[in-house]
């Protein structure tokens, strides 16, 4: 009987037991709507509340600053349009990365089209960028900064904090401007099972964090939105989540949203200390077994989270070798799942520099809290028969001619 691998936690996790146990009266037990003037909707309100609660506690927020959104995507895109739309005149600029996640470069992108500037930071190979570089695109016109804080892709985490230090500064020295401006925008999403996001430590105006990668539900997230910051809703009704967001509350989600962020807190250290030492058994192993193996992202643990793993195995095409070993029940992926169907290569690869070849020749295994020695010893033990077999199918002189591409 083959085994069930899941190593594409960076994609979507599990929904936590507790987390299920938590959200189940708030089903069909305490169903009411949080904005009816009933018993019912009473009690619904109090559960969306103290979740609330809950989650701005941890992220050191007040609540009036945690809005609810139906993913990460909608709260990447609340952050981005929801800012510029307060600007009269467009003659401003957003610095962002190459390696953001599509839910914020595609944004962008449409700002861009519609004639904004856009600084792009560029990256090194381990996908970080260079504080003098932004030190340099911070300018007047500056509105937004938005950047993703772990990279979904290959783990990098850039220095938030050291950002936030240069943008407070540069606020303080461009006298008679508006002392909010530019706004700092994180996506969180990946770093929330792994590192410090509170929002006062880190010294950000916006952060974007989502439930289903943190082991709640699919179909909730939230935006932190510091006090102050000029900000009009996408989503227009009957002025839910402090007329930032309206619709009725999903309250089932939320307090799965809230009770699995404080799981994830609490498991925090723990979790952070298993998945170090299981990703530096597994990339040792690899490079024994796979010498030509290639790790992509930085080495140093303080420069990413603990859970990503992004190989480059050259010559062998990444759609091939997920589908054989998902034939053995081990499920990784290409990179982003959002980007899972797309036939070019990933856009952070390239901007650490791989070339096309190399980045459709890499595979991302995302480690979960559930991931064990023995899972990766199963991996260790399968990956490079399929690889033989890849080869076999595939010989190096006719790679072209099967595969039908030359860049
Ligand atoms: N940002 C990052 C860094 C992600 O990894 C993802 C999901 O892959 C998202 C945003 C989008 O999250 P959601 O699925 O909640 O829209």
């Not at 909608?74 to 952050?79: D, G, K, R």
């Not at 953001?100 to 560029?122: R, T």
């Not at 943008?167 to 530019?182: A, H, N, V, Y």
Request: hydrophobic fraction near 35%.
């Amino acid at each position: 009987m083959t085994r069930e691998i899941y190593l594409d936690n960076a994609a979507t996790t599990p929904c936590d037991k507790r987390v299920l146990k938590a959200m189940e009266p708030y089903w069909s037990k305490i169903y009411g709507n949080p904005s009816s003037f009933n018993d019912a909707g009473r009690e619904a309100r109090k559960a969306v509340d103290q979740s609330r609660q809950k989650i701005a506690r941890l992220l050191g927020a007040k609540n009036q600053e945690i809005i609810f959104t139906s993913s990460a995507t909608e709260a990447n895109n609340l952050a981005i349009f929801g800012i510029i739309k307060t600007i009269k005149n467009k003659n401003c600029k957003i610095i962002t990365t190459l390696v953001e996640h599509a839910s914020v470069s595609e944004p962008i992108k449409k700002l861009m089209e519609d004639g904004l500037k856009i600084h792009y930071l560029s990256v090194n190979k381990d996908g970080l960028i260079d504080l003098n570089e932004f030190k340099k695109a911070l300018t007047p016109e500056t509105i937004l900064i938005s950047i993703i804080c772990a990279n979904n892709e290959i783990g990098s985490v850039q220095p938030i904090k050291k950002m936030a230090k240069i943008i407070k500064e540069f606020r303080k020295s461009s006298l008679g401007s508006d002392e909010k401006i530019p706004f700092f925008h994180v996506d969180a999403v990946q770093a929330a099972n792994h590192l410090d996001i509170n929002v006062n430590n880190l010294g950000v105006d916006l952060m974007t964090i989502s439930s289903h990668k943190i082991y709640g539900p699919k179909g909730i997230a939230s935006l932190y939105v510091r006090r102050g910051t000029k900000i009009e809703p996408l989503i227009y009704g009957g002025g839910q989540e402090f007329n930032l967001r309206s619709s009725t509350e999903a309250v089932p989600l939320i307090v799965g949203f809230a009770k699995a962020l404080e799981i994830t807190n609490n498991l925090q250290q723990i979790t952070y200390n298993k998945q170090e030492r299981l990703r530096t058994y597994f990339v040792n192993e690899l490079k024994k077994i796979l010498p030509s193996v290639k790790i992509n992202g930085p080495e140093n643990p303080q420069n990413r989270i603990p859970n990503i793993i992004n190989i480059t195995i050259p010559e062998i095409e990444n759609e091939q070798l997920l589908l054989h070993l998902d034939k053995y029940g081990i499920h990784a992926s290409a990179g982003s799942a959002c980007a899972s169907y797309d036939i070019e290569p990933s856009h952070v690869l390239t901007a650490i520099g791989l070339s096309k070849e190399e980045a459709r020749s890499s595979i991302r295994f995302s480690l979960g809290k559930q991931t064990s020695k023995a899972d990766l010893d199963y991996v260790l033990k399968i990956l490079p028969k399929m690889v033989n077999k890849i080869e076999g199918l595939y010989p190096k002189d006719l790679k072209e001619h099967y595969y039908g591409r030359a860049d």
